[in-house]
């Protein structure tokens, strides 16, 4: 669900658009558009409403949708990449850790438009931002479909390479130890009536000992609210998480990976890289 346009459309409605953990923009009466940066905003549940009338859908999953957008703006601002919101402008975070907001020409144009004159809430199309600029390069005009499709692609690869990539290491690594042991076997095997105790022992030390299986990769544990959106967020971009509670209280979010032990610290310090936000990713047995 694109929510940007929906946003624009708030926000020339209600001359206000609160943003969770961002801030606020403003519209004021010359047309022109401001940010006030206030990480303490909180959900805006009249926006919900909004654009769950506007789509039709339950508000609990337009919050879910609504949170993720937002999550991956944030995201692309604190790696420092501007992020265009559609229909009103571009957020960049600064050196010293500010946003920095330009209103985008469309905006001020489409605003002169409407001036005076009731919106309508379901006109805006991809067709009204064409010539919007890219959020990853924003002077470069916008690329072909294909492009975002490639992106993606070559994501959801990425991923699937981090994933299974213990799991071809592990099963590499026992092969060699089994080969190793059949090897050393006959060569441990001493004779019944040379070494009458020594066999038990020698067979003992000869048999290969598997410690592999499966293990689980904490990324974060957080209350129910924090958990869902971002268990949400996570399957929105394909990610194969998994999600467990035992109180009802706290909430689990782990990926379940065959890995050797001696593997297991190679993955977790992967996992947290490419997913860790508030805290240590933990490893468990399965």
Known sequence: MKISPLLAQFLFTYKQLS????????LDDSGGIVFQQDPYVKEDAELVSFIAESTGKMKSLVAADLESNLELARQFLNIGKPYLF??????SKNKSGNYD?????????????TAGESRDMTSTT???FTDYEEMFSPKKPKGPATKKILTWFVAIAGLSLAIFGGYFVYNRTKNKKDAIVK?????????QDSLPKAPDTLQTVAKPIDT????????????????LKRYAFLKSIYVDVKMETEDSVLFKLFF???????????IRDSLQVRYGTRGKTVVEPN
């Open 19 to 26: 943003l969770a953990n961002l801030g606020r923009f403003i």
């Open 86 to 91: 559609e229909g009103i402008g571009t957020l």
């Open 101 to 113: 907001f330009v209103q985008s020409q469309v905006s001020n144009e489409k605003n002169k438009e």
């Open 126 to 128: 991809e067709n009204s």
């Open 183 to 191: 090897e050393q076997q006959p060569v441990v095997q001493p004779q």
């Open 212 to 227: 592999s299986g499966t293990y689980r990769f904490v990324i974060e544990k957080a209350l129910k609210q924090r958990a």
């Open 256 to 266: 379940v990976l065959p890995a050797n032990p001696a593997d297991t610290a190679r």
